[in-house]
């Protein structure tokens, strides 16, 4: 049967595809991190449900597997089902329940979805980068802002705070700056698609005191990006053609 | 009244999101480059459509524009409507359209619906670069390659190759093994979501031949990258704690 690994996008039943819709409909059971299970829950309750909270990733996604292996089970990711969300975990763990299709449905990831909201902060090249170094060396989140940074890409920053890392935008905003200038604009938003949807634009000198947390995608603009009533918008040169 | 910039995923019905879907349905013209409208006529035959060919963008959102001042208009772009898209021009041409209202749409990018036909090649840390040198100098987009490359991030390469371009793609994976292994797990697609779609996986040492176009998306992994059943699987860690 089928593992549907199912990006949903940022909450919001309209920000889903219809693809992760349909996904979800051939489905009687629906697995996943527990804040996003109840957010799906909403839109389609008369599902069964099985939730883990976070950090037991691996134990949520052997369950899910194991369920696909009779029956057509989603694993419900916020965002993407790939961008620092679980379709690579369950491809990893495939070969112990080879009777599951693994299935992964793309969805729109934060910096998308996050960006539509703030107006158009990557029309051109960017980088995604997550600051949190659970999974990741720090060292090596250090070096990718740095390349991002000289490279002159805009970024999109996923988990910038935690209670636990409540310094880590300040962190990257120290090593944006020695690349960037203090006035390029920046943006962040809370809760994209959800209950206290939230955003603001601001230079990049005042983006290390930005009140976000877990729930909120930090844009760091390039130097072209300038803000158009409000608006964040990088432009790609078509104007000037 | 409303100027919708939609982006409309890859181009299949069902790679639309909701929002999307009723976005266009809301709308009585749709506007954009010829090869979308065609794709969103299918799936909406009784909309006015007017297009226009590659390259006149600016032309194509004044119209877009000056008809959402009366009536609300849709302009639809493939993949997300920022990501080498149009909602940044909109809202650069914006002020002689005051009565328009800009609402940009998010779609799932290429390099969100290609990764998910490949397997979960972007769970990490990513960068999006296109090769396409028409409106960004090719000294930038080498920087740009150089630095992902050198910070160990998986790539997304949009716009590899063209007719007049048949050598971008050897040039960027000549910079590409300037740091990474020619093992690198890579792969492309090509014609996500549409008729004709293929998708290869392939190490980098034997990218350079592979036989891309405009409508193929390009995956270069990371160090951890690796080959799943046939799929490219970008771990992130889940796994060994």
């Known amino acids: 049967m089928k593992l549907y690994v199912v990006g949903f996008g940022a909450g919001s039943f309209e920000g889903m595809t219809i693809s992760a819709k349909n996904a979800i409909e051939d489905c009687g059971l629906i697995t996943g991190y527990s804040v ?38 989603a694993l419900v990711c916020s965002g993407d089902c790939s961008v ?19 299935i992964p449905v ?12 703030l107006g158009a902060p990557l029309t051109n090249d960017f980088a995604v980068i997550s600051l949190s170094d659970i999974l990741t060396p720090k060292e090596k ?5 740095e390349c991002a940074a000289m490279a002159d890409m805009c970024v999109a920053l996923y988990n910038p705070s935690s209670k636990k890392r ?30 206290g949807e939230e955003s603001m634009v601001l230079p990049l000198s005042e983006l290390a005191e930005a009140d976000t947390d877990m729930f909120t995608t930090v844009f760091i603009g390039c130097a072209e990006t300038k803000i158009i009533n409000g608006k964040m918008v990088t432009p790609r040169g078509y104007r000037i053609e």
Chains 1, 2 share one sequence.
């Not at 793309?106 to 909201?117: I, W």
Request: glycine share 6%.
């Open 141 to 145: 989140i250090e070096k990718r802002l």
């Open 106 to 117: 793309a969805g729109v990831t934060a910096a998308l979805s996050g960006g539509a909201v």
């Open 166 to 195: 409540a310094d880590h935008l300040k962190w990257a905003c120290g090593i944006m700056l020695k690349y960037k200038s203090p006035d390029t604009v920046c943006g962040y938003v809370k809760n994209i698609g959800r209950d």
């Open 36 to 73: 996003y299970t109840e957010l799906i829950r909403e839109h389609f309750p008369h599902k069964e449900y099985f939730s883990t909270p976070m950090r037991q990733e691996r134990e949520r996604v052997e369950y899910a597997l194991s369920q696909a292996e009779t029956r057509n089970t």
């Open 84 to 102: 620092y969300a679980m379709a690579g975990l369950a491809f990893e763990l495939w070969d112990k329940f080879p009777r599951a299709e693994i």
